[in-house]
């Protein structure tokens, strides 16, 4: 007789879905702490948190004597301040000369945005700078000049001077007093006053006696303008650039002086950038007034584009692209066109009244 083997029950029906293959169990594995617990006891477990708080409690001891340790040794206290040379025009000895403040601290815990921060406030032309900590004691520096955008020319006027007279000159006419006590209209006549002779060299005499005031003469500067809007001196000009004229000056300008401010700089070459894309004119030349707050925007045939800085540029020549066309302005020989009054547009023929030079 033969015996047939049964099969086993399927504890499970197939399906298609492969997550019901197999019946669920429920897992027999419990967390340790609960083993231990049951194994030894709660006083057992609790004697193995306290062994575990004794070795978190070395552990973040011995790392608190480690950075007390790096902090307080001069191992790790800067000696030496580098700075890249990589254009030769930077000074680094003066660079150097403000971040002394910084010998004696601790490398490791010295922040870079401090020292970027002392930089960018004492030399902005710099517009990337990179710091760098060399272990054991010496920070290394990297420095990026900000490119010039235009050439400079400077128009300064020195206000006249109302101090009072000098002291050699006080000095000199009581000498002349003791020496020779003659009449003092010849006295006056052989001394001359200095107030009164820099009075005559601002007039101008007419005819019928009178005397007009006329301003001196401005003085020119030429430097590079770079885009933090300071002048640079010790480059020389480059004739790629286009012409930046800065009048309403009353102070001659030093090197690396900021010339016009960072937030007028941005709305200048905005306002050109955007003028050249609009307009398909591209600008030559621009003139800034620091008193008036307006620009000159120069283009062909000699045209300039009055501008105000305190105004949206985007709407000042969003109204003259309206116009410009429709108008045939550029058929027209004008001498400005005016976008500085609110909602008009208004220009000038070249050789009527308006214009300036038939003045």
């Not at 430097?223 to 480059?235: E, P, S, T, V």
Request: glycine fraction near 4%; hydrophobic fraction near 40%; charge should be neutral.
């Amino acid at each position: 007789m033969f015996f047939w083997k049964r099969k086993p029950k399927r504890l499970y029906m197939p399906v298609k879905s492969h997550w019901y293959t197999r019946p669920r169990r429920v897992s027999a594995i419990q967390p340790r702490n609960i083993v231990v617990l049951k194994k030894r006891g709660l006083i057992g477990f609790l004697k193995d948190l306290a062994n575990r708080s004794v070795y978190w409690a070395i552990g973040i001891g011995g790392v608190l004597l480690l950075v007390c340790f790096l902090s307080l040794s001069s191992y790790f206290s800067i000696k030496s301040v580098e700075v890249d040379r990589q254009n030769f025009n930077i000074d680094s000895a003066k660079i150097e000369n403000k971040l002394s403040s910084f010998i004696g601290k601790n490398l490791i815990f010295l922040q870079k945005s401090s020292v970027s921060q002392v930089i960018g406030q004492n030399f902005p032309e710099f517009s990337d700078i990179l710091v760098q900590k060399i272990f054991p004691s010496k920070i290394k520096i990297q420095l990026t000049s900000s490119p010039p955008v235009a050439n400079l020319r400077a128009y300064y006027t020195l206000p006249p001077n109302e101090e009072p007279l000098p002291e050699n000159f006080t000095e000199l006419n009581k000498a002349i007093d003791e020496l020779s006590p003659t009449d003092p209209s010849l006295l006056a006549a052989t001394v001359p006053n200095p107030v009164d002779d820099k009075k005559a060299t601002q007039g101008v005499f007419n005819l019928d006696g009178s005397t007009e005031a006329v301003e001196p003469p401005a003085t020119e500067q030429k430097a590079l303008l770079n885009r933090n809007g300071q002048a640079i001196f010790d480059q020389q000009e480059n004739l790629e650039l286009m012409t930046f004229i800065v009048r309403g000056l009353t102070q001659p300008i030093e090197d690396r002086e900021i010339v016009i401010p960072q937030e007028t700089m941005d709305y200048i070459m905005d306002a050109i950038q955007y003028f050249n894309n609009s307009m398909g004119l591209e600008v030559l030349s621009l003139e800034y007034f620091t008193v008036a707050q307006e620009i000159h925007l120069k283009i062909n045939n000699n045209l300039t584009i009055w501008m105000s800085v305190d105004r949206d540029y985007k709407t000042q020549i969003d109204k003259l692209k309206t116009i410009y066309e429709p108008a045939e302005l550029s058929k027209e020989d004008l001498a400005y066109i005016d976008l500085r009054v609110k909602n008009k547009v208004i220009y000038c023929v070249r050789g009527t009244k308006c214009d300036k030079k038939t003045d």
